[in-house]
């Protein structure tokens, strides 16, 4: 029999169909194994960065130790040896005390960083209020140092970890107190609250930041100025950034060179 043009046209389109239908199949296979593979990995960052920040706990915690034993020493060193070490041998034991010294702040700042994934509370309902005033006490020497003046808006009471924003805030403002100008100091703390989150900012009139450097002041260990300008680790607006992701907000900096800086961050309204 001969086949009609329709009949032709008809066995084409199965056959196509059938080719389209094939192809659909391998592709979905493909795509559920390589999700499944992304999903393995994925899990296996997850568990090797929580290694990571377990080791960096546990290394941080047992320095402790033997770094107090080299302080208590080198200074037991310095008081009852003092005469009969010459000042070459002098210099060398303030090196030591120094480097150790340094030592211990670094040390402490990594168990602060390690401990804002590892050391969990629960969230409650808090008044940042109450957090601010807390954090200024804390540093009322150094804001009489400097000789600031800080004020903020009325704050919200948001539920939250209330540790993570009092490290939040005291480094916030420690960075505003540190990198001042010779003029007095200013420094204000506003919330503004948006559709679904609330932004914060801590705003200065100090030396300023350049915009090429807008990101990396936000990773560990990174300093624009030398430790004889600026004492620290360069590690707390690392502590700030990670505490922000936690609760999966975002943090960033506005600033001009001798005008000032801008700290921003947000924190989702939890409903």
Excluded at 11 to 36: H, W, Y
Excluded at 150 to 160: G, Q, V
Aim: aromatic share 10%; proline share 2%; charged share 25%.
């Amino acid at each position: 029999y001969l086949l009609s043009i329709d009949s032709i046209d008809n066995i084409f389109r199965a056959f196509l169909l059938i080719i389209v239908g094939f192809v659909v199949a391998m592709l979905s296979e493909n795509i559920s194994k390589t999700q499944s593979k992304l999903t393995e990995a994925m899990e296996e960052l997850k568990r090797s960065n929580e290694e990571l920040q377990q080791f960096a706990y546990a290394a941080s915690h047992d320095l402790q130790e033997p770094l107090r034993t080299i302080i208590s020493f080198s200074q037991l060193l310095e008081e009852q040896y003092k005469d009969k070490i010459d000042k070459n041998g002098q210099e060398f034991i303030q090196f030591m005390t120094e480097g150790a010294s340094r030592m211990r702040i670094l040390i402490n700042d990594l168990l602060k960083y390690s401990r804002i994934t590892t050391y969990t509370q629960p969230l409650e309902k808090t008044d940042l209020n109450d957090i601010l005033k807390t954090v200024l006490s804390n540093l009322q020497q150094s804001i009489k140092e400097s000789n600031a003046t800080i004020t903020y808006k009325e704050l919200p009471s948001i539920f939250i970890n209330k540790s993570h924003m009092l490290q939040l805030f005291q480094n916030l403002i420690s960075n505003a107190l540190k990198f001042k100008r010779e003029h007095p100091l200013k420094i204000y703390i506003d919330a503004i609250k948006k559709e679904n989150e609330w932004l914060f900012s801590v705003k200065d009139n100090g030396i300023g930041i350049e915009e090429k450097y807008f990101d990396r002041i936000f990773n560990i260990f990174q300093r624009l100025h030398t430790r004889e300008e600026y004492p620290g680790a360069g590690i707390g607006l690392a502590i700030c950034k990670k505490i922000i992701q936690r609760y999966n907000g975002k943090i960033w900096v506005e600033s001009k060179i001798g005008e000032g800086s801008t700290f921003y961050f947000t924190i989702p309204i939890n409903k």
